[in-house]
């Protein structure tokens, strides 16, 4: 169910938040044999379209997962080829340090991201991280202009992190914040090819989430769907965590629970996986979880809203690591949900 | 290339097979003798055309900078401790590859979001560190991987800017790479080429090498530290990318033959080859080693600039490295005419 090879290619893609052209292009593509229509709106987002069966009016369910991602933007220039840079989204410095880099100027440039080495560093600095502002991008090139003329400022950089597939069908890379999310909305219109379905499904890949949830809110509003289900990654247990703060890979989808979900949606996203035996967790989100479900559900005048996340460990490093059986869990809770989706189901939605 | 195929290879202190195998291939039609010793140094002798020529010992080393598997959890995470110069705080959001069958795996580190805002000031530390290889129990991760197995980096060799190449592990695969090029040529001198093991660990093969080989001087060749970058004063940079292979006069293992570097340094004034020395008196190679060895061999070093040495991506420029062999290349064919300036 879960195309290793496309999500490599999303993993790698580049699309810096507000840069998302290149996995937009790659989506646009991937997504139109499954699809209506795709289309993409003013902000950039990818709108895939699949027509459910029977009369109208029928349920609209709008899957909304978002396709950009952290990355570093040029700042300025250094004699000796060297750059500037400062970060897009939830950055963490320290894992910038030694790292390859792609630079994608006015053509495709490779660099080390360097700073200065432990030996010229005092004992008091080593003990600390090393600070963004004295770090720098070293692209090898030797002429001042040349550098200025390929990478004018405002460029964006990615990590040049190749997918890599772990033991027990996991698999690391970068992105993966939200592109495993992506990799459900195409799976999830892939599969809706072979199973009757009545409700009309539009597949929204977002723009900006990473910088404040922001393609959410104008996609929700162009398409005004029934319900809404945000998909995107929650924090995976890893060692050195507690308890409480992270959820076990291979141990399904988390379904959140909390102030920005529909208490309904949410009781039939678990009654859907209950009957097709999928095993799922769930996440209880007190607070504003970061993610596209908090700017769908206040789109027009409210739509109902639900999220499912894929756990996730090292999220927003460049080795993100998850499990495939996870997504493909993923797609098919959803497809189980499509599939029994009726309309006197959304029409009770408004009514406490 | 050569020295992408020895970039990329593995090879730990201790852990240099991969490494050996690629040189002993590259070299074995070129010499007249090749064995190894009781320490894993791959050893080679190419005769001299003059009977009688000094023996000169070219060294460079096998191995690189690696963590060590110490303890697989019941979770299947694998602690480590680092093998050689390592800065700790380079190892988060890495690929790695463990042991001599390259298990991939991540080290990975405690989402952002999750972190106090002290938290995200502090240095990561060894003890918080560990490779995730997918594996979810200590049975599935001792199906793939052993304690005391090393591990590298996962990086890619690439070409970067204006002739230069990025990779890991130029320190030392290109004085490897340069000894594998001298060896396909002959000189008056005989050589004995010694590719050494364990120098990220204490120069432990560079200690053996010239022993019993009744070697009159020696020359190690090298990668050395490049600080040619911003915020780093002029008199910190300690070796500049492109201005040629870089001589040691002193570092913390060794004072170089002032006699041998007179004659590298007249060498390349008259090739008209470019070279620097070395800025700092610091650091240390396998010239600490072997120049102590017996009654004492007269040594010198010749590095190639190299900068984010022991880190998982390091930057070196080729036509520095094409100089090194030059140098070499010139200082072994003349070296009969210029020996009476050895004391």
Known sequence: ?352 | MLLERLSTAFGPPGQEDEVREILRQEITPHVDKIWTDALGNLLAEKRGSVQGAPRVLLAAHMDEVALMVTHIDKNGYLRFRTMGGIDQRVLVSKLVLVGPQKVPGVIGSKAIHLLTPEEREKAFHLRDLYIDIGAGTREEAEALVSIGDGVVFNSSFCHLGDGRVRGKALDDRVGCSALVEILQRRYPVTLVAAFTVQEEVGLRGGRVVAFGEEIDLALVLEATTAFDVPDSKPHETVTCLGQGPALTIMDSTLIADPNLLTILRETALEQGIPYQLRRTGGGGTDGGAIHLTEGGVPTAVLAVPCRYLHSPASVIELNDYRHLVDLTDAFLAKFMERRTKLG
Not at chain 1, 54 to 66: E, F, I, N, Y
Not at chain 1, 303 to 313: E, H, N, Q, V
Not at chain 1, 343 to 348: D, I, K, L, P, T
């Open chain 1, 1 to 352: 169910m879960v195309d290793l090879d496309l999500l490599r290619r999303l993993s790698e893609g580049a699309g810096v938040s507000g840069s998302e052209g290149e996995v937009a292009k790659l989506l646009v593509e991937v997504l139109r044999p499954y699809a209506d229509s795709v289309d993409r709106d003013r902000l950039g987002n990818v709108i895939a379209f699949k027509e459910g069966e029977g009369p109208t009016p029928r349920p609209r369910v709008l899957l909304s997962a978002h396709m950009d991602e952290i990355g570093l933007l040029v700042t300025g220039w250094e004699d000796g080829g060297f750059l500037r840079f400062s970060t897009v989204g939830g950055v963490d410095i320290r894992t910038l340090l030694g790292q390859e880099v792609i630079v994608h100027g006015t053509r495709i440039l490779p660099g080390v991201i360097g700073a200065k080495p432990p030996h010229l560093q005092s004992p008091a600095e080593r003990k600390e991280a090393i600070d963004g502002e004295k770090m720098y991008i070293d692209t090898g090139l030797k002429a001042r202009d040349e550098l200025e003329r390929l990478v004018p400022i405002g460029s964006v950089v990615t990590i040049a992190r190749k997918l890599q597939v772990l033991a027990q069908g996991r698999v690391a890379g970068k992105a993966l914040d939200n592109r495993a999310g992506v990799m459900v909305l195409v799976g999830c219109l892939k599969e809706l090819m072979a199973v009757k379905h009545k409700a009309d499904v539009y597949a929204v890949a977002t723009v900006q989430e990473e910088v404040g949830i922001r393609g959410a809110i104008t996609s929700s509003h162009g398409i005004n769907p029934d319900l809404g289900i945000a998909i995107d990654v929650c924090h995976g247990d890893m060692l050195g965590m507690a308890e409480d703060e992270g959820y076990p890979l291979d141990k399904g989808p988390a379904i959140g629970f909390g102030p920005h979900v529909h208490h309904q949606l949410y009781r039939a996203l678990r009654d859907s996986a209950e009957r097709v035996g999928i095993t799922y967790q769930v996440e209880p989100s007190p607070t504003p979880a970061g993610t596209d479900a908090w700017g769908i559900q206040i789109a027009r005048r409210g739509i109902p809203t639900a999220l499912i996340s894929i756990p996730l460990r090292y999220m927003h490093t460049s080795v993100e690591t998850l499990s495939m059986r996870d997504v493909a869990e993923t797609i098919r809770l959803l497809l189980a949900f499509i599939q029994g989706l009726e309309s006197a189901f959304v029409e009770g939605l408004s009514c406490y």
